[in-house]
T-cell receptor, first 114, second 119 residues
Framework: KNQVEQSPQSLIILEGKNCTLQCNYTVSPFSNLRWYKQDTGRGPVSLTI?????NTKSNGRYTATLDADTKQSSLHITASQLSDSASYICVARRGYSSASKIIFGSGTRLSIRP | SAVISQKPSRDICQRGTSLTIQCQVD?????MFWYRQQPGQSLTLIAT?????????ESGFVIDKFPISRPNLTFSTLTVSNMSPEDSSIYLC????????????????FGPGTRLTVL
C-alpha cells in the first residue's frame, strides 16, 4: 500500500531549540519527496524537494535528509523561531510520468514556545 | 515556480447555497488540481483539471457536487454546490510544473486556500 507516515503528530519546543521531524514512506516507484510548511489557514509552501539520488538538502535553518534504502526522511530545524510554528507535511511522489500521484502524510504540528 | 491566487480567501455561507472559488496562476500550466483540507487533516485531492478536457474526479467526489471549469491555461474555478456544514473546509488550488536541468522532476505549488464555513 502506498502511504506516508509522519511522526510525531505534534511537538512543542522552546524557542531557540532544535528539533527533528520524521517521515516514513512506502511508495513505489518512488520519484521524489518534499517537505512543506503550512501556516494555519494558509496553503502549503515547499521547503525542500529531494530525488532518490539526494541524501541531504538544506534551505536556511531547515535541513532534510533522505535514505532511499530505508525509505525514511527527516526534517531538522535549527535554532527554532516563533515563526516556525506550523504544520510540516511530508509528500512522496509515486511514478514519473504526468500520471504520477503524490501521497500526503498527515503532518506534524510544531509549536514553538517563547 | 508559480504564483497562485485564490478568491475569495474566506467565506461564510448558508446551508443549501453554492460558492464558486476562483484560482489564478501567473503562468500557463497544463495540470491544475483542487484539494480539500478539513480541520486538523491533511490534504485530499478532489479532482484534476486539465485545460481542454473534463475534470477527473477522485473517489468520493462527483461533478454534480463539485463542478469545475478550466477555460484556459491560467485559470480554473471550483464550485461547491448545495452546501452543508460537512463542506466546511479549506479548499486549495494547486498547479504542477516540470523543472528542467540535470534532473527534471515535477514540482507542485499551492494557492493560499479558501476557508469555507457553512452554517
Amino acid at each position: 500500500k502506498n502511504q506516508v507516515e509522519q511522526s510525531p503528530q505534534s511537538l512543542i519546543i522552546l524557542e531557540g531549540k532544535n528539533c527533528t521531524l520524521q517521515c516514513n514512506y512506502t511508495v513505489s516507484p518512488f520519484s521524489n519527496l518534499r517537505w512543506y510548511k503550512q501556516d494555519t489557514g494558509r496553503g502549503p509552501v515547499s521547503l525542500t524537494i529531494m530525488t532518490f539520488s539526494e541524501n541531504t538538502k538544506s534551505n536556511g535553518r531547515y535541513t532534510a535528509t533522505l535514505d532511499a534504502d530505508t525509505k525514511q526522511s527527516s526534517l531538522h530545524i535549527t535554532a527554532s523561531q516563533l515563526s516556525d510554528s506550523a504544520s510540516y507535511i511530508c509528500v512522496a511522489r509515486r511514478g514519473y510520468s504526468s500520471a504520477s500521484k503524490i501521497i500526503f502524510g498527515s503532518g506534524t504540528r510544531l509549536s514553538i514556545r517563547p | 515556480s508559480a504564483v497562485i491566487s485564490q478568491k475569495p480567501s474566506r467565506d461564510i455561507c448558508q446551508r443549501g447555497t453554492s460558492l464558486t472559488i476562483q484560482c489564478q496562476v501567473d503562468s500557463q500550466v497544463t495540470m491544475m488540481f483542487w484539494y480539500r483540507q478539513q480541520p486538523g487533516q491533511s490534504l485530499t485531492l478532489i479532482a484534476t483539471a486539465n485545460q481542454g478536457s473534463e475534470a477527473t474526479y477522485e473517489s468520493g467526489f462527483v461533478i454534480d457536487k463539485f463542478p469545475i471549469s478550466r477555460p484556459n491555461l491560467t485559470f480554473s474555478t471550483l464550485t461547491v454546490s448545495n452546501m452543508s456544514p460537512e463542506d466546511s473546509s479549506i479548499y486549495l488550488c494547486s498547479v504542477e510544473t516540470t523543472t528542467s536541468g540535470g534532473f527534471s522532476y515535477n514540482e507542485q505549488f499551492f494557492g493560499p486556500g479558501t476557508r469555507l464555513t457553512v452554517l
